[in-house]
């Protein structure tokens, strides 16, 4: 199968579509990788990442009459921007009425909506992208390699290489320092040999040169608290992404090293997810089924700061599904200079679900117990629903939880328990709770799948 990035819709109302052309593509070879959709923030480094292990590229481009200019999402143009720079074959499929200027003619075909054939055009376009993919398709899973760091000469930035180095290293990669003479000359497959870099956007010739050659780079600008916030220098800024207040998110913006760390670990994280590749038309379409699911969420995931490990397994497996959450650490949507657990208690009361991974160090964490403590203040229907998970043999606080749904996964295995986990929240999602009631526990079970049942 060739590997091959998919820019589509999310929104339900172009499901059937999605799932047709789906389809169409795996019956010739084609195997697409999808960008989960996500309400808290765009990863740019992550799409150049995936675009650079595809093969080429396929837009699904629906329209959108609330959009000027563009008439369809400007997120789909800035992706099939990102496959051009990228030099993907590509085939761009539009509803009538897109706007024709992002893409180019050749590559064009237009699949008016609820029409049940395929263009010609189409199978023309798809047979010669076969032809031009082909020598491109192989396996893109590998061990991590090296990441490429490139920031400003000076004492001063000594400690910031350092945190960066920490960060990347605990992650797993190999940590190489690139020179940047401006009159120096680059050796290309130096470049090419790194997974991806770590750039400052102060360093003036080399991040040039990797933006055209299509490198996935993390891009820090550090940001001085006593002036104006600095401007997206022009060569990360795109219109598109400008349209929906997409360019700042192009770059990790700082002003001390604690809030850079907390900024680049998630970012890093998520370089490392797994490509959602379907590897099957049953996997294809299940995914293209959840995005039309009745509830969305959001989910708020409290844990104890030693049980991050397992969260950030978890909040990969949500990514997956299509479920929108909030994690303190690996999805955090509270802005800088918010007040922060005020603003967290507002995200526990409007969340649809709050899950409650339980452990002996969650009961000794003030701040996991306010959480718990206020998503079971409400009554029933009025706040989150709760589903609380027992990772170990920890013994209940008497009188804390009696009440609380739960399921015990002390001693299950670690992959078993997420996807326990998971599934849990996917069925609320899809079919609403699976019991009717708050007083509520789960029968224990080898791998964790015990029905939810009176206590």
């Not at 960060?167 to 020179?179: K, N, T």
């Not at 090419?192 to 996935?216: Q, S, T």
């Not at 970012?267 to 293209?288: H, L």
Request: net charge neutral; charged share 25%.
């Amino acid at each position: 199968m060739i590997p091959t990035y998919l820019s589509h819709s999310y929104r339900p109302e172009d499901r059937e579509l999605n799932r047709l052309l789906c389809d169409y593509f795996w019956e010739r070879g084609f195997a697409f990788t999808v960008d989960p959709k996500s309400s808290v923030w765009l990863s740019i480094p992550h799409l150049e990442l995936m675009m650079q292990r595809s093969a080429c590229f396929v837009a699904i481009v629906p329209y959108r009459e609330e959009e000027a200019r563009y008439r369809t999402s400007p997120y789909i143009v800035f992706e099939h921007r990102l496959a051009v720079r990228a030099r993907k074959p590509l085939v761009v499929i539009a509803a009538p009425q897109v706007a024709g200027h992002p893409f180019e003619e050749d590559r064009l075909c237009v699949v008016p909506r609820g029409g049940p054939d395929i263009p010609p055009k189409l199978d023309r376009l798809v047979k010669e992208l076969k032809v031009r993919s082909l020598p491109y398709a192989r396996d893109f899973d590998h061990v991590l390699g090296s990441v490429g760091l490139v920031l400003p000469r000076g004492r001063h930035y000594h400690p910031v290489a350092r945190a960066v180095r920490e960060v990347l290293e605990a992650a797993g990669y190999r940590v190489h320092a690139l020179p940047h003479d401006a009159d120096g000359t680059q050796n290309f497959a130096e470049l090419d040999r790194h997974d991806f870099f770590v750039v400052d956007i102060a360093v003036k010739d080399l991040p040039g040169r990797l933006y055209y050659r299509f490198a996935p780079a993390i891009k820090l600008g550090y940001r001085r608290t006593d002036r104006p916030p600095m401007e997206v220098p022009r060569l990360y800024r795109d219109d598109a992404l400008d349209r929906v207040g997409g360019s700042g998110q192009n770059v990790i913006w700082w002003s001390d090293i604690d809030e850079l760390v907390n900024h680049l670990v998630p970012v890093v994280d998520k370089m490392q997810r797994p490509r959602r590749q379907f590897r099957s038309r049953e996997e294809g379409a299940g995914y293209f089924e959840s995005l039309g699911r009745p509830r969305h969420g959001p989910v708020f995931v409290s844990n104890a700061d030693q049980q991050n490990e397992f969260a950030r397994r978890l909040s990969r497996a949500l990514d997956l599904k299509n479920i929108g959450y909030f994690h303190y650490r690996y999805r955090n949507t509270i802005p800088l200079g918010i007040p922060w657990e005020q603003e967290l208690m507002k995200l526990v009361d409007s969340s649809a679900l709050f899950v409650a991974l339980t452990t002996a160090d969650y009961w000794k964490s003030d701040l996991c117990q306010r959480e718990l403590g206020r998503a079971a203040q409400f009554v029933p229907g009025a706040g989150p629903l709760i589903y609380r998970y027992y990772l170990d043999r920890a013994s209940d606080p008497i009188g804390r939880i009696d009440r609380l749904q739960a399921r015990d996964l002390a001693g299950v295995r670690e992959d078993a328990q997420i996807d326990a986990i998971v599934g849990d929240i996917e069925g609320y999602l899809t079919d609403g709770p699976s019991v009717e009631g708050s007083a509520l526990v789960a029968d224990a079970a080898p791998c964790g799948h015990g029905a939810w049942s009176r206590r």
